[in-house]
């Protein structure tokens, strides 16, 4: 089934809208818009109806793909349900409508909430301090390795560099050298975690932190998180946890209790905002009492019955967002945590890990499994013993789209070879998972019976396989190349 672009729909002289008559004097609009800025050709937009035009649009949203509609086993992603609850107190007029420039005594009970959820994530993190003004996960990386920066200039020593692990996101060496730090990279162990060794050889008085995501990006916990610790904090170096895989400890255990001194927190993952495809997010940043004053601007402090905001940090390193953070995923995720509470939190946590390893054994010795023993929240395969008959994690990816499931992340992490990265969630219930694991296991029959069906999938979308490669250095622009055409060439 084809789908025509709108511009090939309608006829000259259709129209979706109809305007009331103009009910103010008429000025030229060469009067209102210098000429230079006005165009004095035809444009080709489309012409179409209402009718046209809602079903070509209404028929587009069924093509997409969200976990309303199924599935969505996106590794590293934390791809879970949204509770529509989180959405109706999103939607309370006294929240939607409020504005940031409002004055505090009008903004009551949007700085309660966030104080409030400061209040949580200070709890659930083993934290003494949080900024919720951070919008991503990769802008609390920047916030907190300003931070890092901030106290250790306050100590009479920026140091030079900063560590990570080779499994871990791409954003942490990115936000490292955005704050001015060199990359030193610590290779992972056989087992997937981090080399013991490697890391006290890098560690040394020029280290100013090293950056863990724990679990890490394989899905395994740091067993030697607390000798970790104690090799960094002995050196003066501080401890950054990259928190998106915090969906595996909700009310188990605390990342600061194992000794990391700066958390980011990704509300949209691990507290249910809808996200993908850009936004929207939030990666509030959480730190112990030492590095409390270097936190951004302003704090949502309490004097007595009043919320208020504290500008007054001189060693801050400032305002990093526009007003006070994402305030929308803000309240979801206020939302969430309240309905919630801590013994649901828990469940979350154990639903996550139950549901990724109950994946793990079931697609154990179908697909390569790099790392034995249990997993937390998402489990990594790997697509060994596809290659050896042409077919990549890529071509499986594909393939399951044709089965009804939305692809998982595949070649991350990087140090394993065809990964296939995979992360049900909590939300997902048993049947379902079969019924991913059914198609799974399918496709690895196919690869053995006939593999050109799974290097050439997907077969049954409205876009078949994609050359990626070429989409990047050759983008196709003929619509909007058409249309320039046109405005210049009326």
């Given at each position: ?261 700066i958390v980011h927190f990704n509300l949209h993952k691990t507290f249910s905002t809808p996200h993908g495809g850009g936004g929207p997010g939030s990666g509030p940043i959480g730190v112990v009492e030492k590095l409390s004053p270097f936190i951004p601007v302003p704090i949502i402090e309490k004097g007595g019955d009043k919320y208020y905001l504290d ?180």
């Amino acid at each position: 089934m084809s789908i025509k672009p709108i511009f090939e729909k309608g006829a000259p002289g259709r129209k979706a809208y109809s305007l009331p008559d103009i009910d103010v004097p008429e000025v030229e609009i060469n009067k209102l818009i210098p000429s230079q800025f006005l165009n004095d050709g035809f444009i080709n937009l489309p012409e179409v109806s209402e009718v046209e035009l809602i079903r070509h649009f209404t028929r587009l949203s069924q093509l997409n793909f969200g976990v309303d509609m199924g599935f969505y086993p996106l590794g590293s992603c934390t791809m879970k349900y949204n509770p529509k609850v989180n959405e109706e107190a999103a939607k309370l007029s006294g929240l939607m409508n409020s504005h940031p420039l409002q004055s505090e005594n009008l903004s009551q009970g949007a700085l309660k909430l966030m104080y409030e959820l400061e209040a949580f994530l200070k709890e659930i993190g083993g934290l003494d301090s949080v900024s919720l003004q951070p919008a991503a996960g990769a802008h609390g990386e920047l916030a907190g390795m300003l931070v890092v920066r901030a106290y250790h200039e306050a100590n009479g020593n920026p140091r030079k560099k900063v560590l990570i692990p080779d499994s871990a996101h791409g954003t942490n060496p990115a936000s490292a050298a955005l704050a001015g730090y060199d990359i030193v990279v610590i290779k992972s162990s056989k087992d997937g975690l981090v080399d013991i060794d490697e890391l006290k050889r890098a560690v040394d008085t020029d280290c100013a932190a090293v950056m863990l995501t724990n679990p890490n990006t394989i899905g395994l916990f740091e067993k030697d998180i607390f000798f970790i610790s104690k090799v960094i904090h002995d050196a003066g170096a501080l401890l950054y946890m990259d928190g998106a895989n915090l969906n595996a400890l909700l009310d188990i255990t605390r990342p600061g209790d194992m000794g990391f001194d700066i958390v980011h927190f990704n509300l949209h993952k691990t507290f249910s905002t809808p996200h993908g495809g850009g936004g929207p997010g939030s990666g509030p940043i959480g730190v112990v009492e030492k590095l409390s004053p270097f936190i951004p601007v302003p704090i949502i402090e309490k004097g007595g019955d009043k919320y208020y905001l504290d500008y007054n940090r001189p060693h801050s390193i400032g305002s990093i967002h526009g007003f006070y953070g994402n305030f929308g995923v803000l309240v979801r995720a206020y939302t969430y945590i309240r309905r919630l509470g801590a013994k649901g939190l828990k469940e979350v946590s154990r639903n996550a890990i139950l549901n990724a390893n109950y994946i793990k054994k079931r697609l154990e010795g179908i697909y390569y499994l790099p790392n034995q023993g249990m997993c937390m929240h998402e489990c990594v395969f790997s697509a060994k013993f596809q290659k050896a008959k042409g077919v990549h994690a890529w071509d499986i990816s594909k393939r399951l789209q044709d089965y009804g499931f939305h692809p998982p992340t595949v070649n991350f992490p990087l140090i394993v070879d065809e990964a296939i990265m995979i992360e049900p969630t909590e939300t997902e219930a048993r049947e379902t998972l079969d019924k991913f694991c059914d198609a799974m296991i399918a496709i690895a029959k196919e690869v053995e019976t006939d593999p050109e069906i799974v290097k050439n999938a997907p077969h049954t979308r409205v876009v078949k396989r994609l050359d990626e490669a070429q989409a990047v250095k050759k983008p196709n622009l003929r619509w909007q190349k058409n249309l320039s055409n046109t405005i210049k060439n009326p």
